[in-house]
């Protein structure tokens, strides 16, 4: 759904990893389709949440538009050039514009360099800074992520994970990129922390217009952050919509399970919130269920849903998802 | 050069943020106290040191261990020499350091020659992996599969011989350059040959550092800075893989002059006048029934040099993983 004001635009991505066996002439056995066949449009400055249980390819999803996987198929438009058409020193060149924050803060760091190195390699690789002038780059950096930048000689062990993943932050922020991929950047942190990188995240986002990818397995902490939430299931995604909507009303049988499993700070509420407990495990992406992915779980399946996958249905105005049954199991209020 | 960088770095540093900015601790320093409590490989740490000084300075404390005096027929260990004389009246003393200089230069040079090929090997098939990881992990495997005694010696016979270096020597006058290998190039011959079958292992310890390290956030952080490939590799790969690195050199060192001296006590090795621990304590085992120092004092150099390496190596080790240590 191209948009005059779409700043990322992805278009039918996917990503498949072939299996395969046998030294040096290798056969392929069968396919992971870790990603296939997304469609999302961010507007610039946007926050897009990205749920989905471990497995569903929300993080090679990131990986692929941030290009660290090379797509199988389709394009990602990033402020009208796509990405997925780039080689070696031109996609070196164009990383400047989107960056990663990584899940666990103790692996994306280099143990053996000081903060000012990770910061200031991080700086120079795409401009040319004075020798001079660096110090005070890198303190700048290190205040706007809300670290001293009496810490700058130290290295990534002497902290805390809460600080590291600020100085991960801080190293995503130094090439000034317009789009960010978390990949789950709170879920290796404590929860007291969690809530403390996430009001970072949005100061950042609003401040610098980032625009802005939330992957992220737990609901209520993509809930704070995002505009809108994609929902995915098994390589695609099943339903869109604004944060606050889909929340409230989650459209898809998926979504509805999701919701239902986030607790409500409320005991009164809590009591009586309803789960919807789903049968089965994910299904192997290796070889994904006829028809409808997720109908072997559904709750509300028949018998259509076995024979094509359902094309986006279209709900209200910037609510999808993709189920035959959208408007019968979801009647107007 | 590189050190010139730092110290402008940290210059640059200090005037920047002159209050506060605190010193870290880097791993490298971290791992330097540990190994400094190992009281053990601290201990054959500095006796490495030692007898690497004795054998580098052996010219001026030994009399020249070449001068034969048959009026001191294999004297015992006397006040005039300290460790006795051999069968042709040399000073056994003196042997003892200047073989020492040529066992520790072959364990060093044969190291030095394993760890450049197995680092720029192990890095290229890890780093590369797929295909070309297969091909040249087998070609490993294979030479793995060889009986790398029997390897060693054909090696050694095939370099230590005077009609190779003629065809060296040829091939370097054609090229107009205005030197020739003497015979002491054959001990170089023998130990580049060590170092060819001692670099496996080497290779195999860094190509599995460096597949998981590729597989670390923070390699795939500095991808997605655009870091080139170089950079990635020479920064954030290979200062990470130097600590097995370190500690598989230092034990490498030992095993390489027991190498040495086991192909010198077959004669295959160094070849006299010239003398390693190694032909020494073939000398000294043949008489060692009427004349026991002239096996004793080498036998002693060889062993406590070897002990020292490998405490050193045992210290390293756990200073550097001190994860792995803790079993």
Redesign the interface.
Known sequence: MPTADAFLEVTDLKTHFPIEKG??VKKRVGTVKAVDGIDLTLAQGEVLGLVGESGCGKSTLGRTI?Q?IPPTEGTVVLAGRNLAGLRGGD??????DF??I???PY??????????DTLA??IS??KNIP??E???RV?ELLSRVGL????????P??FSGGQRQRI?IA?AL??EPKLIIADEPVSALDVSIQAQIINLLIKLTREMGLTMIFISHDLSVVKHISDRIAVMYLGRIVEIGPSVEVFEKPLHPYTKALVSAVPIPDPARERHRKRIILSGDPPSPVNPPMGCTFHPRCPYMIEECRAAYPPFVDYTPGRRATCIRLHEINPPA | MLELEAVKQAKALESATPETAEAGSSLWRDAWHRLLKNKLSVVGGVIVIIVTLLCAFAGVIAPDPNSQDLALYASAPSHAHWFGTDTLGRDLFARVLFGGRISLAVGMVATLVALCIGVVYGTISGYYGGNVDAVMMRIVDIIYALPFTIFVILLSVFFNNDETRARINHVIHATGLKFSLGSEFNIVLLFAAIGAVEWLTMARIVRGQVRSLRKMDFVEAAEALGIRPQRIIFRHMIPNVLGPIIVYTTLTIPSVMLLEAFLSFLGLGVQPPNASWGVLIGEGAKSMEEFPWLLTYPGLALSITLFSFNFLGDGLRDALDPRASKD
């Open positions: 030294f040096l941030l660290l996609l070196r060149r164009a990383r400047a960056q990663m990584f899940q666990d692996a994306s760091l280099n143990p053996r360099m000081t903060v000012y390699e991080a690789t795409h020798r001079g660096m110090p005070r303190s001293s930048p009496r810490f700058i000689r130290k290295y062990h002497e991960a190293r130094a090439v």
